[in-house]
C-alpha cells in the first residue's frame, strides 16, 4: 500500500500563487508517474499535470504556462507550482501515482490517492 498526503491548499485571491506538495510513502517507490488532479462542485475529477519517473511532463491546456509540476524522487515527494490562479481553478486538489506506466490523463489509470486539498481562489 502507499499513503499519499497533499498539503498547501488555502485560499487566494486571483493572480496569486500557491504551492501544493504531496508526500508518498509505504512501499517502495520506483518507477512511477505522478499526477495532479482537481474535482471542482458539481464537476468531474480533471486531470491537471503529470510527470513521469523519467522527468517527462504534461499538462492540461488550461494550466499551461501557469502551473509547473516536479518531484523529487528520493523523498517520493511531488509538487505543483500554480501561478497566476484564476476564479476557475477553485477545486480540491488529489496527487495520485501510477506503478510502472507513464502519465495519464485518465484517473483510472493511477493507482493510489491521496485525500485532497482545498484551492479556493477568490476575486
Known amino acids: 500500500q502507499v499513503q499519499l498526503v497533499e498539503s498547501g491548499g488555502g485560499l487566494v485571491q486571483a493572480g496569486g500563487s500557491l504551492r501544493l506538495s504531496c508526500t508518498a510513502s509505504?512501499?517502495?517507490?520506483?518507477?512511477?508517474?505522478m499526477g495532479w488532479f482537481r474535482q471542482g462542485p458539481g464537476q468531474e475529477r480533471e486531470f491537471v499535470a503529470g510527470?513521469?519517473?523519467?522527468?517527462?511532463?504534461l499538462y492540461a491546456d488550461s494550466v499551461m504556462g501557469r502551473f509547473t509540476i516536479s518531484r523529487d524522487n528520493v523523498k517520493g515527494a511531488g509538487f505543483l507550482q500554480m501561478n497566476s490562479l484564476k476564479l476557475e481553478d477553485t477545486a480540491v486538489y488529489y496527487c495520485s501515482i501510477a506503478f510502472s506506466r507513464g502519465v495519464s490523463r485518465s484517473p483510472s489509470e493511477y493507482d493510489f490517492w491521496g485525500q485532497g486539498t482545498q484551492v479556493t481562489v477568490s476575486s
Open positions: 509505504g512501499r517502495t517507490l520506483s518507477n512511477y508517474a
Open positions: 510527470r513521469n519517473w523519467s522527468g517527462g511532463t
